[in-house]
């Protein structure tokens, strides 16, 4: 929406330019008083300013959209990590699980059971 507005601003800067110029030629004014101009060197500012505020919309966009394709990526990574978990690693980690629980049952004593 602020790139809506951002681009309506800088058309009606050009057009208010183009008027501009078209009135002091017509008024018969040389090319370096024409550019001297408080106006044309306001109206040209606004357009530099839009121009700018429209460049770092587009390059936060662009970041935007580089993110959210990484995030899908990533999403996708594990998705497909999840859905083929490889069968010879569960079953020796469940092995290994087997004996340290045996292993530490009994060296664990309470007062209780003293």
Do not use: W
């Not at 008027?19 to 106006?39: N, P």
């Not at 936060?60 to 083929?84: T, Y």
Request: proline share 3%.
């Amino acid at each position: 929406m602020k790139k809506i507005h951002l681009e309506k601003q800088n058309k009606t800067a050009e057009d208010k330019l183009v008027a501009r110029l078209a009135f002091l030629k017509e008024k018969g004014l040389e090319s370096v008083t024409i550019q001297r101009d408080t106006l044309i060197r306001k109206i040209r500012a606004q357009i530099r300013k839009v121009n700018y505020r429209l460049a770092c919309i587009a390059a936060q966009e662009k970041l935007n959209a580089e993110k959210a394709q990484i995030k899908a990526e990533k999403l996708d990574k594990k998705k497909s990590s999840r859905e083929m978990p490889p069968a010879e690693t569960t079953k020796s980690v469940s092995k290994k699980k087997g004996k340290k629980a045996k292993a530490k049952e009994p060296s664990f004593t309470t007062k209780a059971q003293e």
